[in-house]
């Protein structure tokens, strides 16, 4: 008898296992079939706690705006806070706003401002949406999820893993203690190089963010290479 339960359960299982592989397979299908064609567009990062008429909250709906009406797509996390401000900007302007919303058990409800919104329950497959459909990375001040996003960007793109892109920081008092610590212990104790800290630049003027994007692309076009389409199907 003791045999022939473990056999069941393994059994169950396993089958279980099948059918969870699956449910993470539609996600990335589902992604690439309403994403694969929105170029270009701008990925941003913040606090879900950030409530309106916060500065930071304002400021997002600002540079959102201005993205959108400059033609870019905007995607964010496509819940409260920093998110819905970002939606709400792209909304309001000429091009697509898109909301990547997360399941989770608190913080986490979809707003009201998204053209396009997809729905996970993995993190990692949200994860490779914001990265792969995106033509630059905004964080504005968040907490742990917001610095995960970040860090792993920074990570794509040192290791070459995920393209060349711009990596902006908005509000350059908020991050400057981490940039500081970046330097004088990462780079300082030769953990990183001197050019990766190249890789971000920091504003406080939603107009000059925008304008830094542009210029970043302005000789090189916003199309992947053929070499970046590739690297993108490892992330």
């Known amino acids: 008898m003791r045999a022939i339960t473990g056999q069941e359960r393994s ?5 279980r ?8 397979i539609s996600e990335f299908v589902e992604a690439t079939e309403r994403l694969a064609e929105v170029r270009p567009a701008v990925s941003i990062f913040g606090s879900a706690r950030v409530q309106p008429g916060h500065r930071w909250y304002e400021l997002t709906v600002d540079l959102a705006r201005r993205l959108s009406d400059a033609g870019f797509a905007v995607i964010s996390g496509g819940g409260p806070g920093i998110m819905e401000a970002a939606n709400r ?5 000429r ?8 399941q989770l058990p608190r913080e986490q409800s979809s ?7 997809l729905s996970y329950r993995h993190f990692f497959a949200r994860k490779v949406a914001f990265a792969k459909y995106a033509t630059a990375f905004v964080a504005v001040p968040g907490g742990f999820g917001t610095l995960d996003e970040l860090l792993e960007v920074l990570t794509l793109i040192q290791t070459r893993m995920g393209r060349l ?3 902006l920081l908005i509000d350059s008092q908020y991050w400057k203690g981490l940039l500081d610590w970046m330097r004088e212990q990462m780079l300082g104790n030769g953990l990183i190089s001197p050019e990766d800290m190249d890789l971000i630049s920091v504003f406080d003027d939603p107009a ?3 304008e830094a994007i542009f210029d970043f692309y302005q000789s090189r076009g916003f199309v992947p ?8 199907l490892y992330l």
């Open 208 to 210: 000059q963010a925008v």
């Open 225 to 232: 290479t053929a070499d970046e389409r590739e690297s993108l």
């Open 89 to 93: 900007g792209a909304f309001a302007g």
């Open 17 to 24: 296992e099948s059918w969870h592989i699956f449910g993470i």
């Open 95 to 102: 091009s697509l706003s898109i909301g990547l919303n997360i």
């Open 111 to 117: 707003n009201e401002f998204q053209d396009i919104s």
């Open 165 to 167: 892109i711009p990596v």
């Open 11 to 15: 059994t169950s299982l396993k089958a």
